[in-house]
């Protein structure tokens, strides 16, 4: 058995702690999927309407993993850095 994690384990495990960090520091709510098929994805209501949700998709960009949502990125090493940025593009503050 190799100790190394599958990139799905990897990107659940990244939407998972921003899922946390949203909520713990930019008081948002979100809701991470996890299909039977395809891939994780954290989705974020915005408050002013929330039946419309920001997708947030955790991507490995050459060697390096990034927070995907709307035209925007993040980079995953700094949750708390990638939270404030989700929570402005729904909140827009």
């Not at 058995?1 to 384990?9: G, L, N």
């Not at 395809?38 to 419309?52: D, K, M, T």
Request: proline share 6%; with cysteine.
């Amino acid at each position: 058995m190799t100790s190394e994690r599958s990139p799905h384990s990897v990107r659940f495990g990244l939407l998972a702690h921003l899922c946390y960090t949203l909520r713990e520091r930019q008081d948002c709510t979100s809701l991470l999927a996890n299909p039977r098929r395809g891939e994780c994805v954290l989705w974020v209501p915005y408050p002013a309407a929330p039946q419309r949700r920001l997708g947030v998709a955790a991507v490995d960009h050459h060697g390096r993993w990034l927070y995907a949502f709307g035209d925007r990125w993040s980079m995953a090493e700094d949750p708390g850095e990638a939270a404030a940025h989700v929570a402005w593009a729904v909140k827009g503050r």
